[in-house]
């Protein structure tokens, strides 16, 4: 039987979850909603990133994927399961106190959502410099953001299936 291997296109499904077993991201269908956190049949209004779901296509190498994930599907056949363990330096960082910062509300336009969990993308001055944060806590004096991304501190699981290999 033919085994993956660099430069190889192939086919994987693959669930993605903390240490606590939380699943973050899946191929699998319905696999990120089973604990009841989409209230609806279509995960894609829910914000929980498991609307898209089917195997993900990759060229082992070209670094579509974690490193780590790319390098485990060398040797594989079609069929076989792995899993592999990223620790949290490796894949979003550690967690970063100190890219959590707080913005006086004055400061801020307003307009703008400040809800507790509310994901926003600030811009500088010029609109050149962009940061991805998240609401922690808001005020009426203040406004918390949290710029680590939101899985940094976080050991990452993926058990990983090579469906197949796809032809050259």
Request: hydrophobic share 35%; aromatic share 6%; glycine share 10%.
């Amino acid at each position: 039987m033919a085994q993956a291997q660099k430069g190889d296109r192939v086919r994987i499904d693959y669930t993605g979850t903390l240490e606590d077993g939380t699943i973050f991201d899946s191929t699998l269908e319905g696999d990120c909603c089973e604990d009841g956190q989409c209230s609806t049949d279509s995960c894609e209004d829910e914000g929980c990133d498991c609307g898209e779901s089917g195997p993900m296509e990759l060229t082992i190498g070209n670094e579509d994927f974690f490193p780590q994930i790319e390098e485990a599907l060398i040797g594989m056949a079609p069929g076989e399961k792995k899993t592999v363990v990223i620790p949290a330096a490796e894949a979003f960082g550690e967690y970063d106190q100190e890219r959590v910062f707080t913005v006086p509300r004055a400061d801020l336009p307003d307009d703008m959502p400040v809800e507790v969990g509310e994901e926003l993308v600030l811009t500088g001055e010029g609109d050149e410099d962009e940061l991805a944060v998240t609401v922690v806590e808001a005020s009426a004096e203040s406004v918390t953001f949290d710029a680590n991304h939101p899985l940094a501190g976080e050991n990452l699981t993926f058990a990983i299936t090579l469906n197949e290999i796809l032809p050259a």
